[in-house]
């Protein structure tokens, strides 16, 4: 099946431990994203990353980072310095060469800070 | 950024009845997408539209890029409808901006 995997789906943090947060796709699309969805909120923009080992910060980057290895993986880690990290966690590609230009999505990681 | 504007905000239906959803956005752009996130946080790509209007079963979209909006229409609503939808504009080379979504309930 071809699409965007994430994992965890749930996932607990005590406060001041890192987490990461995994996202694989298998679409060959070159640009990935993360979002972060807070109750009641529309999505905001993390971090992108157009083509591997290039990433840009998007909107709300503090406490977070990400690495672009390989072209179907992009693990976003949620770190100490991330005040409120509670949220849920979107990830989508999108395959820039396509003139659909349409963007898919993952299916979330809920992470919760304990 | 863009700045996207989703009205209204929540929305009450019978089953069977039509709706209109609006997008407003600041600046031109080349993309814009509707999506539905059902109730486990799944969202669904329902049209790529940055101009002109499409039809996919009982769901329509229309974009008038001169005038920076779009307009997602639902008719005969079904209780499979209900969840948030979202309007997401950009341009070539970035990331996509979200409104806030319009939060539809279909009732029986």
């Known amino acids: 099946d071809g699409g965007i995997t994430q994992s965890p789906k749930y996932l607990f943090r005590k406060e001041g431990q890192n987490v990461t947060l995994s996202c694989e796709q298998n679409l060959n699309h070159d640009a990935m994203y993360w979002y972060r969805q807070d109750p009641g909120q529309g999505l905001r923009l993390i971090y992108y990353?157009?083509?591997?080992?290039?990433?840009q910060k998007g909107d709300i980057a503090e406490g977070y980072s990400v690495s672009r290895e390989k072209k179907e993986s992009f693990p976003l880690t949620v770190t100490s310095a991330q005040k409120n990290p509670t949220a849920f966690y979107l990830c989508a590609s999108r395959d820039q060469a396509s003139s659909g230009n349409t963007i898919y999505f993952g299916e979330g990681s809920w992470l919760t800070v304990v | 950024g863009i700045q996207v504007e989703q009205s209204p905000p929540d929305l009450i239906l019978q089953e069977g009845a039509n709706s209109t959803l609006r997008c407003n956005f600041s600046d031109s752009v080349n993309n814009l997408q509707w999506f539905h996130q059902n109730p486990w946080g799944q969202l669904i790509n329902l049209f790529y539209i940055p101009s002109g209007t499409k039809q996919n079963g009982r769901l329509s979209a229309t974009t008038v890029a001169t005038e920076r909006y779009s307009l997602l229409y639902i008719s005969s609503s079904q209780t499979t409808d209900s969840g948030v939808y979202f309007c997401a504009v950009g341009n070539s080379g970035y990331a996509l901006n979200f409104g806030k979504g319009t939060s539809l309930l279909v009732t029986p």
């Open positions: 990353s157009q083509i591997v080992n290039d990433f």
